[in-house]
């Protein structure tokens, strides 16, 4: 039917859209109402049995004899499987091959998995997991990152990066400053725990139901472990109640633990991970420990510079590699450096093998900076900001001072003006007097200040990985479903690729459906990580839509006339040669006359390049930028403090949807601060970590958050072509809090009058708050 009523041409394209709109997350009714499924609420079909691992309980040992004769004869007890009974390989390392399934004669830290029970319900299999009876002989272990360094125990071979001559840097340089930092590593505390749910199917296929950001990733190990093609092998995610990086490598693990036993006993098998065994087994963000020297003039400008950064990566190396990478690339920060000399070294522990986390080495690649400008300032006597403004990478028209240390240009540098915005509208000034004022007349209690920036890199730093892929149908009804590669993890990734593909069709958001991800869709998709989520799915989807677009223009000027070029999409409706339509009526006409109504689309993030051994090139399509400034109060006499307001202006570019990407900078900065001050992993002389469960690990709670909490997006467009020219949200923001550790610091320091440097560690806990306050009393 030809329409052209009022109601139609009430909104036309030009001031139509979807994208940049503050739409609520796709799932946000479900998960209020509880009817959001994730992999555990599945509906366990006839038969089902439930796995639980046999946990080693030494740091470093051979294993002369397992006695597993009590676990086998357990109620309810089916099987029990040790590595002997793996049909094909032994393994789940991402990278290198150094990381078995289940432990084979030897365990390198305390709950490495040496085998898999599996009994007619969960509780069954975890008691009888217990009932195991080990011989162990016992081997040296190395538990931190200082022994590492100085066993030369490395995962893999130390890296370095240089740029000038810091050693005659430093030899000119009128003021020298030298010391160590220590920085402590996250525990993930996704809401949803590690869970697989792996199903039998017919000529020697498997189903596997997982909590994943990397379904392709599991796809590929079970199919290794089960001695099958990938083809044998589908992987399926809906949703993940939270993965922050430690579901990208490490879920593989559950995956095929799963998939064995249910290849063994020919039915289906779920392995849920308990809170303290899911903690006991997997990695975390690695910690790092620091020796490092710089050179500074008068005024405090950076001349030269010096670290040396050891983390723990644990017994195998995971993704230590690009992790360390990506430390060493963001050591500058917001900084121009001109010579530096920055070296990082995967240190092998005996201890949980550590993994991806949010910002993946980034975030312990840049407080290192900070803390040696935090101390620049004090030595000088001056505010720290202004040490930072004045070592900030240059405007974009300054040449010589936009140049990476591995070579790659500055080009959008808003830092700037966007430091300079939160610096007046937080009244940073004002605030600074007044603080110097209330800790001269308080003893006990002392206020803090800090405003910290952050530039961040966004892509991948393997070059392959920067590609997706996705699916669009539009069914004859009018209505869209949406399949693409990556992975929701309440992150509205998912959302975001609706608007896009919404926007691109001109229909509303309400037409537009999202399956889950599934490796029979999308085939060899990369993990949803390293913040490029909506950036590679969100180019694919459009493409994908982008091709349909064109078919239905194409074909309704062929019905209706006038140019495919001038058909607009809009408002559900289709404008065509000075008619509007509705966009079912189109797509039902095009179905018809047997036009394609679906289109697959992909996506591979140019103008990449990285020489690893030179560890230089362009390793990062675009710059994320950022600054929070936090106000903290600090009791003296006990260490506790408390949060009292932050502010933070984050560039999101031009952003897709508002109100998430807002989410996201709050979520990031809380989950950022807990790791600066309250997270804190703590292992035991015999390697066991103790921090394994909610009451021995603290996260923030909505207590820790500040009565003022402002976070804002600030007005920029990215200057690479990104999906309308929007810029990540996921890693960058947990950077922020770096000014909550610096305020703090700052509070402790004007117990010496600001004239001496805190040798404050991280994360700043009541305890290393004390330990701080002592040492700065001790030296006044």
């Not at 085998?115 to 040296?140: N, Q, T």
């Not at 110097?436 to 892509?459: D, E, H, Q, W, Y």
Request: aromatic content about 8%.
């Amino acid at each position: 039917m030809n329409t052209q009523t009022e109601s139609f041409l009430a909104e036309t394209p030009a001031d139509w859209a979807e994208v940049g709109r503050e739409h609520p997350h796709e799932s946000a009714v479900a998960h209020v109402c509880g009817s959001a499924t994730y992999t555990d609420d599945l509906p366990e079909l006839r038969g089902t049995l439930h796995g639980a691992l046999g946990l080693s309980q030494r740091a470093h040992a051979r294993v002369r004899a397992m006695d597993l004769d009590a676990v086998r004869a357990a109620y309810g007890v089916v099987a029990v499987l040790t590595a002997a009974d793996i049909p094909g390989v032994n393994d789940c390392g991402p990278i290198i091959h150094d990381d078995p399934i289940l432990a084979d004669g030897l365990v390198q830290y305390i709950g490495q998995p040496m085998f898999i029970v599996i009994a007619d319900s969960h509780d069954a299999a975890r008691r009888a997991a217990r009932l195991a009876k080990v011989d162990y002989e016992d081997l040296p272990a190395i538990l931190t990152p200082q022994a590492a360094k100085a066993a030369q125990s490395f995962v893999l071979p130390p890296m370095q990066l240089k740029r000038g001559d810091a050693q005659e840097a430093l030899e000119r340089a009128p003021h020298i400053i030298r010391g160590e930092l220590y920085v402590g590593g996250q525990e993930q505390f996704y809401l949803e725990g590690q869970i697989s749910y792996a199903v039998p199917q017919e000529n020697h296929g498997m189903l596997v139901q997982c909590s994943t950001q990397h379904p392709s990733e599991m796809m590929h190990v079970v199919a290794h472990a089960l001695g099958l093609s990938s083809h044998h092998v589908r992987v399926e995610c809906r949703r993940m109640g939270g993965g922050f990086g430690g579901k990208e490598s490490q879920s593989a693990l559950w995956a095929a633990a799963a998939a064995i036993a249910a290849k063994r006993t020919g039915r289906p098998v779920k392995l849920r991970a308990d809170r303290d065994d899911d903690m006991m087994v997997t990695g975390k963000r690695h910690c790092f420990h620091y020796e490092y020297e710089l050179g500074h003039d008068d005024e405090g400008r950076i001349l030269g510079a010096k670290i040396e950064m050891v983390s723990r990566a644990g017994y195998s190396a995971d993704l230590s590699g690009p992790v360390a990478t990506r430390a060493v690339c963001h050591f500058d920060n917001a900084y121009y450096l001109s010579d530096v000399d920055i070296r990082a070294m995967c240190g092998k522990t005996n201890t949980q093998s550590n993994t991806a986390f949010r910002g993946f080495g980034g975030p312990q690649g840049a407080i290192a900076v900070e803390y040696l400008i935090d101390e620049v300032a004090r030595n000088l006597g001056r505010d720290p900001l202004d040490i930072r403004k004045l070592n900030f990478y240059g405007r974009n028209e300054e040449e010589g001072r936009n140049t990476t240390p591995y070579g790659q240009k500055v080009e959008d540098n808003v830092l700037h003006e966007l430091v300079g915005q939160l610096e007046a509208d937080s009244d940073y000034r004002a605030r600074r007097e007044a603080i110097r004022k209330f800790n001269a007349t308080s003893p006990v209690l002392k206020r803090g200040l800090a405003l910290t920036p952050v530039k961040f890199g966004i892509a991948f730093n393997v070059n392959h990985l920067n590609q997706a892929g996705a699916l669009v149908h539009v069914y004859v009804d009018g209505s869209v479903l949406v399949n693409h590669g990556g992975t929701e993890m309440g992150q509205g990734l998912n959302t975001k690729v609706m608007q896009v593909v919404a926007h691109e069709l001109g229909v509303s958001l309400e037409r537009v459906r999202i399956s889950a991800t599934d490796t029979t869709k999308i085939a060899n998709t990369s993990a949803t990580a390293a913040s490029t989520g909506a950036d590679l799915n969100g180019k694919a989807a459009q493409d994908a839509a982008r091709q349909i677009r064109a078919r239905l223009a194409e074909f309704a000027a062929q019905r209706h006339g006038g140019a495919a070029a001038d058909v607009r999409f809009a408002g559900d409706r289709v404008h065509v040669n000075g008619e509007v339509h509705p966009f079912a009526e189109i797509v039902a006409q095009a179905y018809l006359a047997r036009v394609q109504l679906w289109s697959d689309g992909f996506y591979a993030t140019p103008n990449l390049s990285w020489d690893s051994k030179t560890m230089t090139g362009h390793p990062f399509s675009y710059y994320a930028y950022g600054a929070a400034v936090s106000e903290v109060v600090v009791d003296t006499l006990t260490g506790e403090w408390k949060l009292v307001r932050a502010d933070g202006l984050y560039d999101a570019g031009n952003s897709l949807n508002p109100a998430i990407d807002i989410g996201q900078v709050e979520g990031g900065f809380i989950q950022g601060m807990g790791w600066l001050t309250t997270e804190e992993l703590w292992w035991n002389d015999a390697g066991k970590l103790m921090t394994h469960a909610p009451s021995t690990y603290k996260i923030p709670a909505v207590s820790d958050c500040p009565e003022a909490f402002s976070m804002r997006l600030f007005k920029n467009s990215n200057v690479t072509d990104s999906i309308h020219r929007s810029k990540a949200t996921g890693e960058p923001p947990l950077l922020l809090p770096f000014s909550v550790f610096f305020a703090i610091r700052d509070a402790i320091a004007s117990v010496g009058e600001n004239r001496i440097n805190p040798p404050l560690q991280a994360p700043a806990t009541s305890e290393a708050i004390l330990d701080a306050i002592e040492a700065v009393r001790a030296a006044r």
